[in-house]
């Protein structure tokens, strides 16, 4: 999609848990070539927010659109399979699995089949076809030295650029991150937020849920702020961090 045009509309989405709304009503849209932030005190409904927009949820109500196109009440699969990725908040690998195994069986299995036939009827060319795929979104993200590492050798900031490189295998217009600099050094924070710039830079949309206020406010374009299942404010850091609502209600000041 062009450079500034709407990837992703979410107008209104509610989700309800028995008594509970934990996603009030919320509307935000990401562009083309955007980082947005979503950012809120724990409990204020971001990863259920993150699984409406993917299918993990049904919504209770609302409606999400990617370029145009109904997306809410499709299957997770299809979600994917249209031009959404994500990576989880705990890493999914293989320790005594290459990097690039592992980046290239989570690709296929995104594709949509099982463990099972992912071992077994994954044909030569098939096969193949993964691996150079795989490869070239380390490359990318400027893993390549590391792709016959065991997975389980990587320092966690590692693990995480590898669970991006994985998602890029779809070739998303959307990437959701959920936290991941949670549990990450300073160095590796900013190795991340490099990658996700050049990502950015590439036209790639992404959607990142984190707490690490500095990290959030000096790489999104915009942040969404929530606070208990309602969007307080949306905008530009520097307007999002002089309001006093949010220093109150979340930076604690
Ligand atoms: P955040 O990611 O911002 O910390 P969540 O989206 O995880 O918040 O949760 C929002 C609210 O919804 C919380 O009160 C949480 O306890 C509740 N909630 C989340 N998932 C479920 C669920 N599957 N069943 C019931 N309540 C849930
Ligand atoms: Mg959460």
């Known amino acids: 999609p062009p450079h500034g045009e709407v990837v992703l509309d979410v107008q209104a989405v509610r989700k309800v848990f028995g008594g509970l709304v934990a996603v ?3 509307s935000f849209q990401v562009r083309a070539g955007e980082i947005l932030g979503l950012i809120g005190p724990n409990g204020a409904g971001k990863s259920t927010t993150f699984n409406l927009v993917t299918g993990v ?3 209770s109500g609302g409606e999400v659109r990617l370029q145009g196109t109904r997306i809410d009440g499709q299957a997770s699969r299809e979600i994917a399979r249209r031009g959404v990725a994500r990576t989880f908040q705990h890493v999914k690998m293989i320790p005594n ?6 980046v290239a069986l989570g690709a296929h299995l995104r594709g949509g089949r099982g463990v099972a036939s992912a071992m077994l009827r994954l044909d030569r060319d098939e096969e193949r076809r993964l691996m150079r795929e795989a490869e070239r979104q380390l490359a990318r993200i400027g893993m390549a030295e590391l792709a ?3 997975a389980g050798n990587l320092a966690l900031g590692q693990q995480r650029l590898m669970e991006i490189a994985r998602a890029l295998c779809a070739d998303p217009t959307l990437l959701l991150l959920d936290e991941p600099a949670a549990g990450l050094r300073h160095k590796e924070k900013q190795g991340l937020a490099d990658v996700l710039r050049q990502l950015r830079s590439e036209g790639l949309s992404i959607l990142l849920v ?4 500095d990290l959030v406010m000096g790489l999104v374009d915009r942040v969404v702020v929530m ?3 309602t969007k307080l404010i949306e905008g530009t850091p520097e307007v999002v961090q002089a309001s006093p609502e949010v220093r109150a209600a979340y930076l604690g000041t």
């Open 24 to 26: 009030n009503d919320v």
């Open 57 to 59: 949820l049904p919504a």
């Open 97 to 102: 699995m290459t990097v690039l195994e592992n």
């Open 148 to 150: 016959h590492e065991y």
């Open 210 to 213: 984190e707490h690490d206020m």
């Open 227 to 229: 606070e208990f299942g």
